[in-house]
C-alpha cells in the first residue's frame, strides 16, 4: 500500500466513523422526540445483537471430544456472574480469562 493510499484508507475510516457517530445527533436533535420504530429497534437491537454473537462464536465450537464444554462453562459463568455483579466489562473480561484457562489447561 503506497502512502497516499494509506492516507486515503485512514480519512475513509474517520468519515465512517464521524458519520455514523453524528448522524442521529443531527437527524434526531434535542427535544425531538424519535419516532417509534427508532425507539423501539433501541431497545431489541442490543439483544439481537449480543444474540448474534454468541452463535458467531459459538459455531466453530469442537464437535468432537470434549464437545465444547469449555465454551459452555464460559457461558454459564458469563451469564452467573453478569447476574450477579451486572457489570458487563467484568463478565466479559472474567468469562475471557477463564475460557483461556480451561482451554490451555485443562481441554487440550
Same mark, same amino acid.
Given at each position: +500500500?503506497?502512502?497516499?493510499?494509506?492516507?486515503?484508507?485512514?480519512?475513509?475510516?474517520?468519515? #465512517?466513523? +464521524?458519520?455514523? !457517530?453524528?448522524?442521529?445527533?443531527?437527524?434526531?436533535?434535542?427535544? !425531538?422526540?424519535?419516532?417509534? *420504530?427508532?425507539?423501539?429497534?433501541?431497545?431489541?437491537?442490543? *439483544?439481537?445483537?449480543?444474540?448474534?454473537?454468541?452463535?458467531?462464536?459459538?459455531?466453530?465450537?469442537?464437535? #468432537?471430544?470434549?464437545?465444547?464444554?469449555?465454551?459452555?462453562?464460559?457461558?454459564?459463568?458469563?451469564?452467573?456472574?453478569?447476574?450477579?455483579?451486572?457489570?458487563?466489562?467484568?463478565?466479559?473480561?472474567?468469562?475471557?480469562?477463564?475460557? +483461556?484457562?480451561?482451554?490451555?489447561?485443562?481441554? !487440550?
Amino acid at each position: +500500500m503506497t502512502t497516499a493510499q494509506s492516507i486515503l484508507t485512514i480519512a475513509a475510516v474517520v468519515l #465512517g466513523t +464521524m458519520v455514523t !457517530r453524528f448522524l442521529p445527533f443531527i437527524i434526531f436533535p434535542e427535544g !425531538r422526540t424519535p419516532p417509534s *420504530y427508532i425507539t423501539y429497534l433501541g431497545t431489541v437491537l442490543p *439483544y439481537a445483537v449480543i444474540g448474534l454473537l454468541v452463535v458467531y462464536c459459538l459455531k466453530d465450537a469442537p464437535t #468432537g471430544g470434549h464437545f465444547a464444554i469449555p465454551e459452555l462453562i464460559a457461558i454459564v459463568f458469563i451469564a452467573v456472574l453478569h447476574k450477579w455483579k451486572k457489570n458487563t466489562l467484568l463478565s466479559i473480561g472474567a468469562g475471557t480469562v477463564l475460557y +483461556m484457562f480451561l482451554v490451555q489447561t485443562c481441554f !487440550r
